[in-house]
């Protein structure tokens, strides 16, 4: 028996990148992934991926910028449908625009709000119920080292995976007493479609890949994984 089978586990930005090799990853580990992107067609690719391991995935299509109304009730939606949820992979992310801090404009700031930040927070109020109520509930948060280490022309960015990293980390001192762990997962450096955007003069070959990265989000999913509030580092 695979180690995830029988559980329902909700991937953000699984369209591409980390997100889709970690919903691949947690197919292959047995679960069952709901895949959560804007893009259809790139969603469906994933579907194809997991199906053709003998995995099943539901698609979501959203967009976490217009559509905070239909994100909040996908906790409830995905509880409906399959009884339970058992895991979080929150790998969503949105780069904006590198820019100093006094020339952010209000259009680029609401949009890494919506996506950076308040994504997260929907995904906490409407996730907890059923993550609560899984006999080993699960949550993964990517964040990013500029968090420890700001830089310049980062604060677009930075700023709201700061603030995602400040609200997983106060949802995990809230759940101790609950059989959900939630932690936090700095992939670093990888061949991403986001990584491109930031550094275009880098060779992709040099940094590690999605598929490279998805074991170690995978691995802190399984019911065994007992570390709780904490930042792990890709090894």
Not at 37 to 48: F, K, Y
Not at 87 to 101: E, F, N, S
Not at 187 to 196: E, H, I, Q, S
């Amino acid at each position: 028996m695979k180690p995830l089978e029988g559980s329902v586990a909700l991937v953000t930005g699984a369209s591409r990148g980390i997100g889709a090799a970690t919903a691949i990853e947690l197919a292959r580990l047995g679960a069952h992934c709901v895949l959560t992107a804007r893009t259809q067609g790139a969603l469906e690719e994933v579907d194809d991926a997991i199906r053709a391991l003998g995995g099943q995935a539901t698609l979501f299509p959203l967009d976490l910028i217009k559509d905070g109304e239909k994100l909040d009730m996908v906790g409830p939606s995905i509880a409906q449908r399959f009884g339970r949820l058992d895991i979080l992979v929150h790998a969503a992310g949105l780069l904006a625009k590198l820019t100093p801090v006094a020339h952010i404009m209000p259009r680029d700031w609401q949009e890494a709000v919506a996506v950076n930040l308040s994504a997260c927070w929907r995904l906490i109020r409407t996730c907890d119920p059923p993550l609560r109520a899984a006999p080993a509930g699960r949550a993964v948060v990517l964040t990013d080292g500029l968090v420890a280490e700001p830089r310049a022309y980062w604060g677009l960015y930075g700023f709201g995976k700061a603030g995602q990293e400040h609200l997983a980390k106060s949802w995990a001192a809230e759940v101790t007493t609950t059989p959900l762990r939630v932690n936090l997962f700095d992939p670093g450096p990888v061949a991403t479609k986001l990584r491109g955007m930031a550094m275009p003069g880098e060779d992709p070959a040099t940094l590690a890949q999605p598929e490279q990265v998805a074991p170690q989000i995978a691995a802190l999913c399984l019911p065994a994984e007992a570390r709780h509030g904490e930042v792990i580092r890709r090894h």
